[in-house]
């Protein structure tokens, strides 16, 4: 079964600062989604990654899909505590929409 | 916001109740899918129902089991409570069940089992 493993698990930055988040799979990638999470509450899909070498971006939040690495990144620019919380990256695992995700990077902005 | 509703967000159960959990889907969504979330976890997939039939399932027992009614909203039951069903349970809808279909999810119920 396919596993996905981030890195870091947690990280503290400066507002302020830039960072980036990791995702790497034991198998193929065939779509890749990011998702943020604070503290129990839902899910909210950031954005989704279907082809190699593809990259996208919303607000400061860039996020690159490396097809050959079988890894994604997230990064954020300028961070600031409005980004505090657990990022998810999940991927396509099966025929049908079944999503396998990681166990999150949490992520504190300190002011 | 997602439009993705459940309920109760909050529910206690002893050891061998049954619970029984309700999503309704955003407007126009006819696939719905069923999350555990344990503290500190990524979430792990449940089932999914695609047209009122469960189109797939992961790793856990019958115990956990679904339905989706014509509107597309949805119930996640479990029958026999353990201390380990004590999670998270998310829903997400989305338009199909293909994949890379975006799941938009709903805030989840917090469910503990004493």
């Known amino acids: 079964s396919q596993e996905l493993e981030q890195s870091p698990q947690s990280l503290i930055v400066q507002e302020g600062k830039n960072l980036t988040i990791n995702c790497t799979s034991s198998k193929t990638l065939y779509g890749l989604y990011w998702y943020k999470q604070k503290y129990g509450e839902g899910l909210i899909f950031l954005m989704m990654?279907?082809?190699?070498?593809e990259e996208k971006s919303h607000e400061k939040i860039t996020a690159k899909l490396d097809e050959k690495k079988q890894q994604s990144s997230l990064h954020i620019t300028a961070s600031q505590p409005s980004h505090a919380g657990i990022y998810l990256c999940g991927a396509d695992s099966g025929g049908y929409q079944k999503v396998t995700f990681g166990t999150g990077t949490k992520l504190q902005v300190i002011p | 916001e997602t439009g993705v509703t459940q309920s109760p967000t909050h529910l206690i159960k002893t050891r061998g109740q049954q619970v029984t959990l309700r999503c309704s889907s955003q407007s126009g969504h006819n696939t719905v899918s069923w999350y555990q979330q344990a503290l500190g976890q990524g979430p792990q997939f449940i089932f999914q129902y695609y047209r009122e039939e469960e189109n797939g399932r992961g790793n856990f027992p019958p115990r956990f089991s679904g339905l989706q009614f014509p509107n597309y909203s949805s119930e996640l039951n479990v029958n026999a409570l353990e201390l380990d069903d004590s999670a998270l349970y998310l829903c997400a809808s989305s338009l199909g069940s293909l994949r890379a279909e975006t799941q938009y999810f709903g805030p989840g119920t917090r469910l503990l089992v004493l």
């Open positions: 990654l279907q082809k190699g070498g």
